[in-house]
């Protein structure tokens, strides 16, 4: 193939990956703007809070390590990267640590779902 015809494919194919979502792990405050609000942003943290009514579902997005205090709980069906998915019930009051994770969310349950989630950064 001549090069003036490859160009634009490769220009298309690599707009079509960017734009995908996968390209890159979504912050989680700009993939779901009407569900996740950022509260605090620091040095060390980053404090987002989450309001999930039942049947709603969050996009794809990535979190670093985090602790997550649930305000109101409820079932949750979390789905990983990879395709998998493990339902789990949210319990009010719970503190959760979690590791580094691409997800995303959706409340299978009958009540809304209010989380305050706390994003650790590297500090050095």
């Known amino acids: 193939m001549k090069a003036h015809v490859l160009l634009p494919i490769a220009t ?19 993939a779901n703007p009407t569900t ?13 809070e989450s309001v999930l009514k039942p049947g709603q579902k969050e996009h794809v997005h990535s979190h670093p390590a ?6 109101s709980g409820g079932r949750v069906r979390s789905h990983t990267a ?3 998915s493990v339902d789990s019930e949210l319990i009010t009051g719970a503190t959760i640590y979690r590791e580094p994770t ?4 959706e409340n299978i349950g009958t009540s809304p779902i ?3 989630v706390t994003e650790l950064k590297n500090s050095k």
Request: aromatic fraction near 8%; proline fraction near 0%.
């Open 102 to 105: 691409t997800h995303w969310t």
């Open 12 to 30: 298309f194919a690599l707009l079509a990956l960017l734009t995908s979502g996968a390209a890159f792990a979504q912050d989680a405050a700009i």
């Open 66 to 71: 985090c602790i997550i205090y649930v305000i």
């Open 36 to 48: 996740v609000h950022v509260r605090l942003d620091n040095l060390n943290v980053r404090v987002l």
């Open 114 to 116: 209010h989380l305050i």
């Open 82 to 84: 990879d395709g998998k």
